[in-house]
């Protein structure tokens, strides 16, 4: 069994900063790539960034410049620092990994979600 536990959310105000913490547990033999996820109320999830293996990383549009993401391979945890937050950032942010089994079968796994409300 694979675990992936978000940590880190909370309501902050404009201009404020957030550290968002994802964490991969479980039996597996390697992690391709971690990633942050986003879903604004009424709106469809959306990629916020994303870092490979290789520490390539890639981010929205909407981010670039605010965010930033990071790993600590020897822990599977991956991070999410938000500066300059804006009410627009407001949002349940999800972790996503992607990874290869005991059986070397890829396969991606989230976790259960962390609110970011950035309001005054």
């Known amino acids: 069994q694979v675990q992936v536990v978000e940590s880190g959310g909370g309501l902050v105000q404009p201009g404020g900063s957030l550290r968002l913490s994802c964490a991969a547990s479980?039996?597996?033999?390697?992690?391709?790539?971690m990633a942050w996820y986003r879903q604004p109320p009424g709106k469809q999830r959306e990629l916020v960034a994303a870092?490979?293996?290789?520490?390539?990383?890639n981010y929205a549009d909407s981010v670039k410049g605010r965010f930033t993401i990071s790993r600590a391979n020897a822990k599977n945890t991956v991070y999410l620092q938000m500066n300059s937050l804006k009410p627009e950032d407001t949002a349940v942010y999800y972790c996503?990994?992607?990874?290869?089994?005991?059986?070397?079968?890829?396969?991606?796994?989230w976790g259960q979600g962390t609110q970011v409300t950035v309001s005054s």
């Open positions: 479980g039996s597996f033999f390697s992690i391709e790539a």
């Open positions: 996503n990994v992607e990874l290869l089994t005991m059986t070397y079968t890829g396969s991606a796994y």
């Open positions: 870092i490979r293996g290789g520490g390539s990383t």
